[in-house]
């Protein structure tokens, strides 16, 4: 970081991250400019940043704000490649990363860099969880809760820094290299932005890129598919599996999870029955993260057959009149959506939809057919998702426009033992500004409902 010392550097966008990652460089003697296209009064941490003596432009990106004399961009995940001042910067030479480059250059701890389509925020809390129950001093952040490269600033060499990675933050990294980096699948996502599915596997794949023969990398079995460049990895690689044995790694055998270490070593955790978290292959996965992190088999136990769930991710809502009502509002992807009625036994009322981003959902079809009772659709994809429930032989399909009139559908169409499914396959975009507020109003609705009928 000294080589930033009275150094220009251009932060990107504001949001958290953006103001974490100016507050660190300017720390280090940078000199630092940051720009956010938000008109001033809708940017957060201004007046913070300026009370620092760091430089704020807002509304818009000056046409000087990127010239020969930059040393650094740093963007925010979110701001595409081919935006003005990132795509003039990358035309000089100029380097462009995101903070979780600047992270892994100030972290004194060790870090277990988690990633994948789905499923990364869950496994990526269990193994936070399961460190602090095994005694093992951990921090836990990155895309979810506290920004990296805060956390690495303050982080120990003898804590973990356990960091939920996006395809968007690692692409914008170069030095950047876990001891631990886990994969846990990769699915069709966010094409918008990566424009290929090679640029996106490419992106995920650079968790690994620095690794060495002292690290480790977990990948996950069931999909050979996403790692079809395991060869060429330097680090020793485990992996975890559904289905079939692993030759190091987690897997279940005779409905148990069992760990195999390195030497062969085997030990059985937890029977699959006993587990409270709603998707398997995260539970394998964050066991296998945590005993190779020096948790103990009790503290994983426990944990897996203890945690409640994180808010928008198989989240159990309420009991209404029987029903069980979950929010899956995270689920933006038809894979997200396959994995949570996968992982329910109960017949299924759906509700789904949001944002058209021209997918057919086909693959759906074998998903819907055996578990699914009844589907109500809002959103863009309203009609194309009905359709395909349709094709399923679904026979109760219902169109409605708000969150409200979907609860008040599902519960007409469940029975008691059922449970109704909020998992939409789709982005909120359309509708909601964020999953979040998606997933917060229809667990209001759930209340509402449940306390009208008390």
Known sequence: MSLYQNQQVVVLGMAKSGVAVAQLLHRFGAHV?????KPREQAVGVEELEK????????????????????????NPGIPYEAAP??????????VVTEVELAYQIAKAPIIGITGSNGKTTTTTLVGLILQKAGIDALTGGNIGTVLCGLASQARPDQWLVAELSSFQLMGTVTFKPKIGVLM???????????????????????FANQTADDIAILPYDQPEAW???????????????HHPVPRGTYVENGVIVYVGASGEREEILPVEKLSVAHLDNALAAALVAKLAGADTAAIASVLSSFAGVEHRMEFVATVKGAKYYNDSKATNSEAASRA??????????ICGGL???VSFEELIPVIEPRVKAVVAFGETAPILLARAKEAGIKTLIHV??????????????????????????????????????????????????TSLA
């Not at 009625?341 to 759906?350: G, R």
């Not at 599902?410 to 999953?435: K, N, Q, R």
């Open 33 to 37: 400019v940051v720009n956010d296209q």
């Open 52 to 75: 620092l003596g760091i430089q704020v432009i807002c509304g818009g990106h000056p046409d000087d704000l990127i010239h020969p004399g930059v040393a650094l961009v740093v963007k």
């Open 86 to 95: 990132v795509a003039k910067a990358i035309e000089l030479g100029i380097p």
């Open 185 to 207: 699948n990769i699915y069709q996502a966010h094409l918008d932005y990566h424009h290929t599915m090679d640029e996106y596997r490419a992106a995920k794949w650079k968790l």
């Open 228 to 242: 079809p460049e395991a060869e060429k990895l330097q680090a020793t690689v485990y992996s975890f599996s559904k």
């Open 341 to 350: 009625l996968q992982a329910l036994a109960e017949p299924v009322v759906w």
């Open 356 to 358: 058209d981003r021209g």
């Open 401 to 450: 426009d708000t969150v409200e009139k979907a609860v008040l559908a599902a519960y007409e169409a469940a029975s008691p033992g059922d449970a109704v499914l909020l998992s939409p396959a789709c982005a909120s975009w359309d509708m909601f500004p964020s999953f979040e507020v998606r997933g917060s109003m229809f667990k209001d609705a759930v209340h509402r409902l449940k």
